[in-house]
């Protein structure tokens, strides 16, 4: 396994730890349209930082290891890399266009009482979530089936 | 458009050349073991500078490593 590939598997697994966090935080708590308790906000995005607080490290950690190692990394990880992202932003900014129509809608049919001040924080959250974990997804699925360097 | 194919010789090289190992081409070519496993899997095609890296590696030409079909 190289590096990028373990690289993909930590973000995965702390992207999918956030995931589960939360859903755990909205099946005890109730739902994040409306929050009513303060700590089940703090929660949310404590949970947040805490996952990009740790890819930060894995990416500083992985860095360190890159500059140690002699070839650990090549043109093929880096023609995954580049596709899995590639992918990854057209997935997430689909995503993200699709909540803001979705808002856009709610926002004419029923006026601004139907929007929670939180949502256009929480699509630039989601659209974050969704760019890492798709970009692991895709690299890992891209390590097991034919790539071009092109 | 038809379809093409690039096919390798790296497998037989290796065993060729004293059976070299996967880890030695690697470092002769400049790349992870990884990929040398993917391209004896036919998994993946490489840059023209990874492929003449690795013709070098052996000491033949690239056509005598890498065959293009159509």
Redesign the interface.
């Known amino acids: 396994m190289t590096i990028s590939q373990k690289t993909a598997w930590v973000q995965l697994v702390i992207f999918s730890a956030l995931v589960i966090g939360w859903a755990v935080l909205f099946t005890v708590n109730g739902t994040v349209f409306y929050w009513q308790d303060e700590t089940m906000k703090m929660t949310f995005y404590w949970l947040l930082a805490a996952a990009f607080a740790a890819l930060v490290v894995m990416n500083v950690v992985m860095s360190i290891l890159k500059s140690r190692l002699k070839a650990v990394t090549d043109e093929r990880d880096k023609a995954i890399l580049r596709k899995a992202s590639l992918f990854a932003t057209g997935t997430s900014y689909t995503v993200v266009v699709a909540l803001l129509l979705a808002l856009a809608i709610t926002y004419m049919n029923g006026g601004s009482d139907n929007i929670p001040v939180y949502f256009p924080l929480f699509i630039a959250i989601i659209g974050g979530v969704t760019l890492v974990l798709t970009q692991a997804i895709t690299a890992l699925i891209m390590y097991g089936r034919k790539v071009n360097h092109a | 458009m038809p379809s093409t194919r690039i096919n390798n010789r790296i497998r037989r090289l290796r065993f060729d050349n004293n059976e070299m190992t996967q880890e030695e081409l690697?470092?002769r070519a400049?790349?992870?073991r990884?990929?040398i496993i993917?391209l004896e899997q036919?998994?993946?095609?490489?840059?023209i500078?990874?492929a003449f890296k690795i013709a070098k590696a052996f000491g033949v030409a690239l056509e005598e490593v890498f065959q293009y079909e159509e």
């Open positions: 690697a470092q400049g790349c992870t990884q990929t993917a036919g998994k993946y095609v490489p840059s500078e990874l």
